[in-house]
């Protein structure tokens, strides 16, 4: 057993420090980005923020609604081989959407038929499994880059920077960062296992541009602010899963408790998801994720104003006129403590 003892952060644990500027106003400020992938060697441009591939938020309409912003949506996977064919064949202009799927050989036998019929048109797909430690996953990432080199590939999740360095050398274009930190999640409960976020996302996003690679800091957003950290520590995308769930694009169930309407939004490990998508929980594991009742939030639209002027806002206040420039110009400030601090190192 071995106890490190470096501090770890997570985005309640800083806040951004204010900087001079130059810009008058937040319309000034530009929070698109424009990237080349290092394997697939297609380029990007948009706002980097990726709805999460939750049945409840990597819906087509969520692909559609965000597109017009030029934000990107990873697909939940249970759409029909069909479906996701036809929508693949025309996807939204301005976003990028992904693919998701797992690692298992019917999950790879779906995606070589729905390509197929779209006639080859998906370019971005999501590799996504909770554990990227597992030489499963890297055999597959392995497997996928020799079939497809020309794909845009993020995969994950991991949340230190050898893995990280080992994803990109290994063919990932964008590493997914983040276990344990999701709205939904309950691995930290259940497993005692995660990695605070914001460490997180400083250390694989080092790890990653070092090899030309790209991160995305996956889990852990509440507020707009805290995507602002996130793209100041060095994340090249967000992903956003409850920040996105509640709204008319999704895919959720409406109920109704106490005369109000709600609707459901659990994890894609919890029970809920597993009897519904895989005939139950199977009896060797326990569940990840829970369930919790949201707010009805009406169309995405309002929200995503939100978050987007939050995120200006933070570019202002550093003076950065890009996002580009927001991880160069942040300096985070400590506002926690944390025990080891206080009653001292043992
Ligand atoms: P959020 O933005 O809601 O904080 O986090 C979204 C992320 O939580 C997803 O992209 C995914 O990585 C993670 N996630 C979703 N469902 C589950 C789950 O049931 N268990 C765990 N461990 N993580 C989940």
Partial sequence: MRIEQDIKLDFKDVLIRPKRSTLTSR???DISRDYVFPHSGKT???IPIIAANMDATGTFEMARALARHELSVALHKHYGEAELSGFFAA???????FYSMGITAPDFGKFRRVMEKSGGAIENVCVDVANGYTKAFIRFIHKFRAEFPLLTLMAGNVVTGEMTEELILDGVDIVKVGIGPG????????????????????????AAHGLRGLICADGGCVSPGDLAKAFGAGADFVMLGGMFAGHDECGSDRVEVDGERKMRFYGMSSREA???YAGGVAGYRASEGKEVLLECRGPVENTLREILGGVRSACTYVGAGKLKELSKRTTFVRVTQQLNEVFGAS
């Fill in 91 to 97: 996807p939204p202009p301005g976003g990028f959407s």
């Fill in 274 to 276: 597993m009897n519904r």
């Fill in 44 to 46: 990007y441009h948009g």
């Fill in 27 to 29: 319309s000034e400020v």
């Fill in 183 to 206: 709205s939904v999640c309950t691995t930290r409960k259940v497993a005692g296992v995660g990695y605070p976020q914001l460490s997180a996302i400083i250390e694989c996003a080092d």
